[in-house]
T-cell receptor, first 111, second 115 residues
């Protein structure tokens, strides 16, 4: 049973526009959420995180929004750049338990 | 400078022939993890070491074993690989426990092919 779902396998965006990557979860006990970014031939690298006590966290061009009632989070990238083209993994953590990943979304930013 | 190194990057083995994947880290982290990621699926935690303490996930097949001879190195042994074990194997480290919010640092992975 997938507890963390990224329903869009891929997303294509024009350079300079906003990229919105979505993630849904089923476990209401998750209290910490992360996004990882993965380039080809490299391992995933941490991008941004958010605690369940917040609904927004911003770091430069990257903002993560959390809607606990909908069990949904999203990653916004503004403006999108070709170097942002990668696979983005959503992950969630329940205190006292292990990190659970989604299957990833491939983002392509076209120049 | 590479912080989590995995060797080899690509491994081909035959059905039933034991194979060992290697991971090393320069971060001096306490925790080392092994994940299995099949095509278009989420990375799935197989097991982890907190220092020398081994923690197996309940649904990890017995076919998968691990060794951590020292802080820097961790090995994944697949005793009798089946076709279903073909996947990307990711090693990761973190400073503190698996349940903490500490960032996990990943290696580039080893792509295992089983013929």
């Amino acid at each position: 049973d997938q507890q963390v779902k990224q329903n869009s396998p891929s997303l294509s965006v024009q350079e300079g526009r906003i990229s919105i990557l979505n993630c849904d979860y089923t476990n209401s006990m998750f209290d910490y959420f992360l996004w990882y970014k993965k380039y080809p031939a490299e391992g995933p690298t941490f991008l941004i995180s958010i605690s369940s006590i917040k609904d927004k966290n911003e770091d430069g061009r990257f903002t993560v929004f959390l809607n606990k009632s909908a069990k949904h989070l999203s990653l916004h990238i503004v403006p999108s750049q070709p170097g942002d083209s990668a696979v983005y993994f959503c992950a969630a953590l329940e205190y006292g338990n292990k990190l659970v990943f989604g299957a990833g979304t491939i983002l392509r930013v076209k120049s | 400078d590479a912080m989590v190194i995995q060797n080899p990057r690509y491994q081909v083995t035959q059905f039933g022939k034991p194979v060992t994947l290697s991971c090393s880290q320069t971060l001096n982290h306490n925790v080392m993890y092994w994940y299995q990621q099949k095509s278009s699926q989420a990375p799935k935690l197989l097991f982890h070491y907190y220092d020398k303490d081994f923690n197996n996930e309940a649904d990890t097949p017995d076919n998968f074993q691990s060794r951590r001879p020292n802080t820097s190195f961790c090995f994944l042994d697949i005793r009798s690989p089946g076709l279903g074990d073909a996947a990307m194997y990711l090693c990761a480290t973190s400073k503190t426990g698996v349940t903490s919010t500490d960032t996990q640092y990943f290696g580039p992975g080893t792509r295992l092919t089983v013929l």
